[in-house]
C-alpha cells in the first residue's frame, strides 16, 4: 500500500470518526425595521454542546461568536454588504463558588450574568435580543434590504478545522432573513 493511499486511509477514518455536527443551529431571527434603527433579535441552540460539559467544568471558557451582516439587494449586481457587526460572549465556570458566568467579551455592553444552572446560563448565551444595527434614516427608503447571521461556538474562542473535527467548536450556517424595506405600502 503507497504512502497516499495510508494518508487517504487515515484522513478517512478521522472524518468518520469526528463527532456529530450540527447541533448548533439559530431557530429565531427577528428584524424590526421600526421608526428609528434596524433591530435584529435571533436565538442560536446548542451553544454547549455535550462535548464542551467536561472542558467547562474544567475551568476552560467557551466562548461565543454572533455575525450579524446588513446587506443592500441591488438588481443585476452583487449585493453590497452596509454593516457588519460582531458579538462574543464567554461562559466560565468557577470551580470554588460551582457557578457558571456569562460575560460580554466583545460587541456589547451587559452586565454579567451568574447562576449555578448550566440551562440558564446557556439560555443568557444563546440569546442575542435588541441589536440595534443602523438609524433607519440612513438607508434608503427606496431600496431592498436583508440581515445575514451566523454563530460559532468553541471551547477557548479557537474555531479552526481541527476542532471542528475534534468537537471543541462548531458553526451554523448563514441565515437570511426575509427581503425589508424601509417604505410601507399597505
Excluded: C
Excluded at 64 to 81: G, M, T
Excluded at 133 to 153: G, H, I, K, N
Aim: glycine share 6%; charged share 20%.
Amino acid at each position: 500500500m503507497g504512502g497516499g493511499a495510508v494518508l487517504g486511509a487515515s484522513l478517512a477514518l478521522v472524518l468518520v470518526a469526528a463527532p456529530a455536527a450540527g447541533e448548533l443551529r439559530v431557530t429565531d431571527l427577528w428584524v424590526y425595521l421600526n421608526d428609528f434603527d434596524v433591530t435584529v433579535q435571533m436565538v442560536v441552540i446548542g451553544t454547549v454542546p455535550q462535548t464542551f460539559t467536561e472542558s467547562l467544568q474544567g475551568g476552560v471558557p467557551a466562548k461565543v461568536r454572533f455575525s450579524v451582516e446588513l446587506w443592500h439587494v441591488r438588481r443585476l449586481w452583487p449585493d453590497r454588504l452596509l454593516l457588519a457587526r460582531t458579538i462574543e460572549r464567554q461562559l466560565q465556570y468557577d470551580v470554588l463558588t460551582k457557578a457558571f458566568k456569562v460575560v460580554s467579551v466583545s460587541g456589547e455592553t451587559r452586565d454579567p450574568y451568574s447562576t449555578r444552572d448550566l440551562r440558564d446560563a446557556q439560555r443568557v448565551l444563546s440569546e442575542l435580543r435588541g441589536v440595534k444595527l443602523t438609524p433607519v434614516s440612513q438607508l434608503d427608503p427606496q431600496a431592498l434590504f436583508y440581515v445575514r447571521v451566523r454563530a460559532e461556538t468553541a471551547l477557548n474562542g479557537e474555531n479552526t478545522f481541527l476542532t471542528r473535527i475534534y468537537g471543541e467548536s462548531e458553526e451554523t450556517d448563514w441565515v437570511s432573513s426575509s427581503l425589508l424595506t424601509v417604505t410601507r405600502t399597505q
